[in-house]
C-alpha cells in the first residue's frame, strides 16, 4: 500500500483579472498535485486559420498534469488570442481529475486525460452520464529525465538506464499508479526491465511508495536535485529542459492524450471553441512543435456534437 504523502494541494483562488493574482496562481500550479490557472490576457493579436468560434467568458479546462508548461504557456494564451475566451485550467493526474468531476466537486467544462480509460468512468447512467465521447487526439512517450548534477548522470550517458537505476542510492522518482497513467505504465516499464535483465532491484523500485510523488511536483523536485532520475511523458521533459535517455530495452510506453467536452459543461459554447482551437491549424501546430505525435484523424469514441464532428475528423 502506498504511503500517504503529505498534501501539496494549494487552496483555489477566486479567479481575478489582476496581475498579482495571476502571479499566485501561476505560483501555485508549481507546486500543488492540483491547481487552477488562468491563461494570461497580454498576449499577440490571433492569427489566421483557427477554426474555433470567437466568444467571451471562461473556460474551465481540467487537464492532466504533464500538459502544465504547454497549456500554461502555450495552448492557454494562444486560445484567449483566437477567441476571446479565458482559458481557466486546472491540471492534476488523470485519475483523480477524474475523481473530482464525478464526485461533482467540481465544476469543468474539459477534460483532458493522458489515458483513454480515465473517461468510462464518467460515462453511463450509474455515472451520472457525465461524459458520451471523447477523441485521442496525440500520443508521447515516456522517458526517463534526469539531473545532469547527479552522481549518476555521467552512468546514464555510458550504461543501460536499467542497471543505473538498479544501482543503490539511487533517488527515483515516479507517480502514483493508483490514479496517474504514467505511474502505471511506470510500473509496466520498471517489471518488464527487471523480467527480462534480472534486475531485482527494479521490481522492488515499482512497489517502494518512498518513490511516488504527485504528477505537478515531479520536474520541481528534479530540478531542485530532490531526485535523481525521474520517469516523464517526453512532452513535459521537453518544457522543462529535463535530459532524458529513451527506455529501450522494452516496449515503448506512451500516453495517449483524450479530449471530451463534460456533458453538464456550464460553458458549453466555449469548451466546444476550445476543442475547435485545440485540434485546429494552430493547436495542432503548438502540440507538434512541443514534440507529441498527433493522432489524425482523431479516434473518436462515442457520437460528439455536430459542431465538433469536423476538425474531430481533421476537417
Avoid at 23 to 36: E, P, R, T, V, Y
Wanted: charged content about 10%; proline content about 8%; overall charge neutral.
Amino acid at each position: 500500500m502506498t504511503s500517504p504523502k503529505p498534501s501539496l494541494r494549494a487552496p483555489r483562488p477566486v479567479r481575478s483579472g489582476a496581475a498579482l493574482l495571476l502571479g499566485l496562481l501561476l505560483l501555485a500550479a508549481a507546486c500543488s498535485s492540483s491547481s487552477k490557472t488562468t491563461a494570461a490576457t497580454s498576449i499577440p493579436p490571433p492569427t489566421t486559420g483557427t477554426t474555433a468560434a470567437k466568444g467571451s467568458g471562461p473556460v474551465d479546462v481540467f487537464y492532466a498534469g504533464s500538459l502544465l508548461d504547454l497549456m500554461n504557456n502555450t495552448i492557454g494564451p494562444g486560445f484567449h488570442s483566437a477567441t476571446g475566451y479565458t482559458f481557466v485550467g486546472t491540471s492534476g493526474d488523470s485519475g483523480t481529475l477524474a475523481n473530482e468531476i464525478k464526485a461533482k466537486t467540481v465544476v469543468a467544462d474539459v477534460f483532458i486525460s493522458a489515458n483513454p480509460s480515465k473517461n468510462t468512468g464518467l460515462e453511463g447512467s450509474s455515472n451520472g452520464d457525465l461524459v458520451s465521447w471523447y477523441a485521442l487526439f496525440a500520443t508521447s512517450p515516456v522517458v526517463l529525465g534526469y539531473n545532469p548534477n547527479s552522481k549518476f548522470a555521467q552512468d546514464l550517458k555510458t550504461m543501460p538506464w536499467y542497471e543505473v537505476l538498479a544501482q543503490p542510492g539511487i533517488l527515483v522518482g515516479r507517480t502514483d499508479p493508483a490514479t496517474d497513467p504514467k505511474g502505471a505504465l511506470t510500473v509496466t516499464i520498471l517489471n518488464d526491465a527487471a523480467k527480462t535483465y534480472n534486475q531485482p532491484a527494479l521490481s522492488k523500485l515499482a512497489t517502494d511508495s518512498s518513490t511516488v510523488y504527485p504528477e505537478n511536483t515531479l520536474v520541481g523536485r528534479l530540478q531542485a536535485g530532490q531526485l535523481d532520475v525521474g520517469f516523464f511523458y517526453g512532452v513535459e521533459a521537453a518544457a522543462g529542459n529535463i535530459a532524458t535517455v529513451p527506455l529501450t530495452g522494452v516496449p515503448t510506453q506512451e500516453a495517449k492524450y483524450t479530449i471530451t467536452v463534460l456533458n453538464n459543461a456550464p460553458h458549453m459554447d466555449g469548451a466546444n471553441a476550445f476543442v475547435q482551437y485545440l485540434l485546429g491549424p494552430e493547436g495542432s501546430a503548438a502540440l507538434t512543435k512541443a514534440g507529441m505525435t498527433l493522432v489524425q484523424p482523431s479516434t473518436v469514441t462515442g457520437t460528439p456534437p455536430a459542431s465538433l464532428q469536423g476538425v474531430l475528423s481533421g476537417g
